[in-house]
């Protein structure tokens, strides 16, 4: 289900996600200097480059995925401990003298 919530099969609020505008920059290099760069090399080096840049691709996938989940799991803790928790913080206080 994780996957599949990550991989936009779920989508429990449709919206948009913005990036900064130093971020979108750093897209469009990255963009424009790949097609740059897969335009120019030919033979045996556009084939190492394009294995370069989807190997990158999945690991960066990959990364993205494990930390998704690593938050997934962080929110689904604090939800279990403020809703399912039998114990208050400080019973001290709540008891009567």
């Not at 599949?4 to 948009?16: T, V, W």
């Not at 750093?26 to 294995?51: H, I, P, R, V």
């Amino acid at each position: 289900m994780r996957k599949s919530l990550f991989y936009g099969n779920i989508d429990p609020q449709a919206k948009s996600a913005t990036h900064n505008a130093a971020v979108q920059k750093e897209m469009q290099t990255l963009s424009d200097y790949e097609e740059e760069m897969t335009n120019q090399l030919t033979g045996e080096d556009k084939k190492k480059f394009l294995a370069y840049v989807n190997a990158w691709g999945v690991v960066n996938g990959e990364g993205n995925l494990d930390s998704f989940i690593v938050g997934f799991r962080l929110g689904a803790a604090f939800m279990q401990d403020t809703f399912l928790s039998g114990s208050a913080p400080y019973t001290d206080f709540l008891r009567e003298e």
